[in-house]
């Protein structure tokens, strides 16, 4: 987030109250986790997507659908291991859904999220498999429509 820094000094804001994990994780010993929201991989190349069929953004005046493109999300205390939350695309009409960083399900099987157009939603997802970080891949439905819905959120195709 040092990036931001210029424009929101507040290091606070990067870090859901609701997470309560440690820089130990999963160990519940040692000091807090400075930061538990991850920022969308669209806004950094977005490699998992694949960018090569889907939008990826460098200005704010690029984004296609701002209120269907979230900016930060929650993000799983186990799969925080960078500044930005990768997504493999699910399109509509896909048998398999992948998840490659997992949502925190901080809210009571919810995340927070921030969207492009600055409003911001607590979503709940339909399976429990979304944020757990054991699962890559699954053709549960409901695992599969949270998968096509993240997609639905963070980008468009080409």
């Not at 859901?16 to 160990?27: H, L, M």
């Not at 939603?121 to 949270?146: E, G, N, Q, V, Y």
Request: hydrophobic share 35%.
């Amino acid at each position: 987030m040092g990036l931001l820094n210029p424009f929101v000094p507040n290091y606070h804001i990067y870090h859901c109250p609701e997470d309560v994990s440690t820089q130990n994780y999963p160990t519940p010993t040692g000091a807090p986790r400075i930061r538990s929201i991850s920022c969308s991989q669209v806004f950094a190349g977005g490699p998992w997507l694949p960018a090569a069929y889907y939008w990826t953004y460098t200005k704010t005046t690029q984004i296609i659908k701002a209120s269907d493109t979230w900016v930060f999300i929650d993000e799983n205390p186990a799969t925080i291991n960078d500044a930005a939350f990768a997504v493999q695309m699910t399109p509509p009409g896909s048998f398999t859904g992948m998840n490659i960083d997992h949502p925190a399900p901080c809210h009571n099987g919810a995340s927070g999220m921030a969207f492009s157009d600055g409003h911001s939603i607590i979503h709940k997802w339909r399976s429990p498999l979304m944020w757990d970080p054991s699962t890559t891949s699954s053709s549960d439905p409901a695992f599969l429509a949270d998968c096509i819905w993240l997609s639905q959120e963070t980008t468009v195709q080409r």
